[in-house]
């Protein structure tokens, strides 16, 4: 990547880089400009993943570097752990360390939607992975952000969702906090099929 201030100073840019013998470019038709990697990039490459030998100091000005596989096995390595918490199988610790994560977010709409998932009981039965959990998380960030820009306290937002819990006879959302979270007065009688006993 080269890092550029304007279009303008892409040619003496790349002017510089082919002077320096990295590239070699040749004009195609039209305004077409093919750039070939020459040997000498590779050596860019690897210095600058290099690492100091051991008993060196990082500020010493007689480094020297070489190459290192270990650094692109570790890299690796992480990434597949990441890939496994992010799409493998996880445990209710961690759906619990994501739940509190979004509790003690600076972001009020992501507290809200953290109050929403505890009161409905999510477990890993319903989110197998955190990919799961987070297109839960984006589908009410909307409805979530709709709430806390209206005014609406977090208090105010777990009575309704208490309320709800307790008396809805039928499947709710987050949506459906918005939609009674106006009524004053909270009761069984207004929400859809409810019978006196």
Do not use: C
Not at 43 to 62: C, D, L, P, W
Not at 81 to 99: E, V
Not at 151 to 161: A, F, I, N, T
Not at 179 to 196: N, V
Request: glycine content about 6%.
């Amino acid at each position: 990547m080269i890092k550029i201030k304007s279009p303008s100073a892409i040619t003496a840019r790349i002017k510089k880089i082919e002077g320096a013998g990295l590239i070699k470019t040749m004009k195609g038709s039209g305004y077409k400009l093919y750039v070939r990697l020459m040997p000498k990039m590779d050596s860019a490459f690897i210095y600058t993943n290099a690492s100091v030998h051991v008993g060196e100091s990082q500020r010493s000005s007689k480094r020297t570097y070489h190459s290192t596989s270990n650094h692109s096995t570790s890299n690796q390595s992480a990434r597949a752990k990441a890939n496994a918490l992010f799409l493998g199988s996880w445990d209710s610790n961690d759906l619990k360390d994501y739940i509190d994560n979004l509790s003690n977010s600076r972001a009020e709409h992501r507290r809200i939607i953290a109050q929403y998932l505890k009161t409905k009981g999510f477990s890993v039965k319903q989110f197998e992975n955190k990919k799961q959990v987070e297109a839960e998380v984006a589908r009410n960030a909307r409805v979530a952000t709709r709430l806390a820009r209206g005014g609406y306290s977090e208090d105010r937002v777990q009575e309704v969702l208490d309320f709800l819990k307790l008396h809805a006879g039928f499947k709710w959302s987050l949506e459906t906090v918005e939609k009674y979270i106006s009524e004053r007065e909270l009761d069984p009688k207004l929400l859809p099929g409810f019978r006196q006993k």
